[in-house]
């Protein structure tokens, strides 16, 4: 409103002045963007604007050309300045020219002209606020060795690389990926004769268009926020905001099963719709599809899917995902109708600043492809159990610098295949009195089918030189109880790691630890190299 006031306010000053020019005509822009060397100005229409021609600004009654035009576009020119002139951004210029049909200029139609201009650029505003470069990544490298008399040496690289690079340029092009190379070195005495040493995956890799700020199109290989238990697709998905409301397609390929790469046989498509919301105390989003995969061309699995994410005044926080399987060609002993594959559900309470609760439960079958497992139908079948969890997690703070906790879960099936209970105690202090630097106890105790375990961990972490130089030491000691041999196997670990802040954001670590067993000593070396960049639009 204060612009346009002030655009109003300019038009009346020089109404006058650009009647007395008889046969000429104003057209107003206005300064969007001043650099050292060149001012731009934007126009609703620059087509009668020539380069070499000057632009004015209104001084009391008079006009004094300011700006020469060295280049233009449809809209905005490109212009230096003339006559010691001085002007700052949001300064309304004019440019006269004698149109061939003279007609009067009325104020009224002025008022309208800058209203129309102010409209579109703060459209335009919105715009570059919408599509602002943001080039986030990493790059890392790393070492993993163990020593040890009766097994030998092994070694393992890996190379990661992540890029998540928006609106390259302020433009509607969006580029991520997430890169992973990783390479086994086998001890002498194995034969790597049929053995896989080299494992190269692509995660993501994906352009993403942004047509407006309401619809998107994707392509490449990309995990749907929306629809996250899909997994990743390799080929094409567009998403359309209504309002609240939003519909997505997807068509392409699923990553090969074994490999992980591209399998053009794996064909899959679908459709999803959802609902969003997001006000001062509500924010959620759930999401319903349908998707149909197949193997070349013939139906391998054809599923509804659902999900959901809700945080209700920043002090609950749920989520859940379910599948139910539509299709079947195997009836014989086995129930027709929908089939539920996979459920879980989570939920978080935050009581205060001192306590929050988590509980979460999930049941999962086997997913059957019909194509994909068509030797092995009838016995993926005859094992149709559900395989179950329940987890419980209590954090607490009752004074400064001390966190303690404790967690259980719990796995089950009506076979009794697979249970496992897990206990989990924990302890921290944050900041030691008189030392310095944060200790934290760990305790775990597993039972399962056939063995019994217990471990407990010590670890001391501080800064030996303030942002430059971090320091952790630990103790581990394990007991594994085998229910089936009676046998008993003690491990103690002690194990310490340095970190080592080069630059703001490339960042070296190693870690050395030796492993205590009946049989002998294990010692192991790690070493990581991690580079981050980050550049994004001022």
Known sequence: MKIKLINILAILLTASVAFSQSGSELIQGKVTFITSKNIYVKFDDTEHIRIGDSLQISKGATMTSCLSVTQKSSTSCVCVLLNDCELKKEDVVFFRYVPEVVEPISIAELIEESETVNQKENKSTQNQLLFKERIKGRVSAATYSSFSNDRGERHRVMYRFSLNAAHINNSKISFESYL????????????????????????????????????????????????????????????????????????????????????????????????????????????????????????????????????????????????????????????????????????????????????????????????????????????????????????????????VGAAYSKRFQNSQQNKSDNINAFASLSKIPSIGGRLSVNYNMNTSAYVKSKVISIRHSRSLIKSKLNANFYFRMANYHYLQSEIDTKLTYYGTSLSYRITRKLLFSILGEMAMRPTGETYRVNAKIVQRFDKKTK
């Open 180 to 403: 992973n190379y990783r390479e086994n070195f086998l001890p002498p005495t194995e034969s790597n004769v049929g053995k896989q040493t080299k494992f190269f995956r692509v995660y993501n890799l994906a352009v993403r268009y942004d047509v407006d700020s309401t619809l998107s199109l994707l392509v490449g290989r990309k995990i749907n926020n929306k629809a996250s238990s899909l997994g990743a697709i390799d080929g094409f998905q567009g998403e359309k905001l209504i309002g609240n409301n939003y519909v997505g397609i997807i068509a392409g390929f699923r990553p090969d099963i074994r490999e992980y790469g591209f399998n053009p046989s794996l064909f899959q498509y679908g459709a999803y719709i959802g609902r969003k919301l997001n006000t001062k105390k509500i924010y959620a989003q759930t999401t319903v599809g349908l998707l149909e995969q197949r193997n070349k061309g013939a139906i391998d699995r054809r599923y509804l899917y659902f999900q959901h994410s809700s945080t209700f005044n920043r002090n609950i926080n749920l989520f859940g995902s379910l599948e139910l399987d539509t299709y079947s060609t195997y009836h014989e002993g086995f129930k027709k109708g929908l089939r539920m594959t996979n459920l879980y559900v989570s939920a978080r309470y935050k009581f205060s600043r001192k306590l929050n609760v988590n509980v979460s439960y999930d049941s999962r079958k086997r997913v059957v492809f019909y194509e994909t497992f068509k030797t092995e139908i009838e016995r993926l079948l005859e094992d149709d159990e559900a395989r179950q969890g329940l987890r419980f997690r209590l954090n607490v703070k009752p004074i400064k610098y001390v966190n």
